[in-house]
């Protein structure tokens, strides 16, 4: 069965270092990926998707995503964190239906 | 454009009341969907509407309807509130909705519903 996981519900970051948020999906097929995000109160707007068309995804904010078929794995970063970017971040996958990961909340530190 | 619009924003419900979420969209897109939010748990598909005069199931579909109204509006009603429906609904729609198809969906604002 195709699913999503996030690896850590939370991460914490210092302001001005590098953010990691891990993403790893189980597929028969060729996937296509997607991050989100969810700052407070708010829906969810799209980050960066992965359609096949190259593996390094760059998104908007700065952020940017790998695809690596042979570790199944979508991981999102972003060289130096900013105040601006704590929020829940949501991986997804889509074949037939689109299925979300649970979400990794990130903080920043000061 | 306004994009994803969602009402209320906010809801308080007995047990046992009904209500209706709505939801519309002004982006021309086919397909749309209704999903709830949960600590810990993600989003979780209720229904969705793939294109205009059809709905279908989603992952959560217990307690709850949908009417795909027209091609803008997509509206979900619980007919006999529980507490366990309370969290927070959003609404979403995309291009499309077929296999292997990697339309991305843009979300309303969100529907924060409370049953006691």
């Known amino acids: 069965a195709q699913s999503v996981t996030q690896l850590g519900s939370h991460v914490s970051v210092s302001e001005g270092a590098l953010v990691l948020l891990r993403c790893n999906y189980s597929?028969?097929?060729?996937?296509?990926l997607f991050w989100y995000v969810q700052y407070p109160n708010q829906g969810l707007q799209l980050l960066l998707k992965y359609t096949s068309a190259a593996t390094l995804v760059k998104g908007i904010n700065g952020f940017e995503a790998e695809f690596k078929k042979s570790e199944t794995s979508f991981h999102l970063t972003k060289p130096s964190a900013h105040m601006s970017d704590a929020a829940e971040y949501f991986c997804?996958?889509?074949?037939?239906?689109?299925?979300f990961g649970k979400g990794t909340r990130l903080h920043i530190l000061p | 454009n306004a994009g994803v619009t969602q009402t209320p924003k906010f809801q308080v419900l007995k047990t046992g009341q009904s209500m209706t979420l709505q939801c519309a969209q002004d982006?021309?897109?086919?397909?749309m969907y209704w999903y709830r939010q949960d600590p810990g748990m993600g989003l979780r598909l209720i229904y969705y509407?793939?294109?205009?005069?059809?709905?279908d199931k989603g992952e959560v579909p217990n307690g709850y309807n949908v009417s795909r109204l027209n091609k803008r509006e997509f509206s979900l009603r619980l007919e006999s509130a529980a507490p366990s429906q309370t969290s927070v609904y959003f609404c979403a729609s995309s291009e499309s909705r077929r296999s292997y198809v990697s339309y991305e969906q843009y979300f309303g604002p969100g529907t924060r519903l409370t049953v006691t």
């Open positions: 597929s028969s097929v060729p996937p296509y």
């Open positions: 509407s793939a294109s205009e005069g059809t709905t």
């Open positions: 997804a996958f889509s074949d037939d239906k689109i299925i």
């Open positions: 982006m021309n897109h086919n397909s």
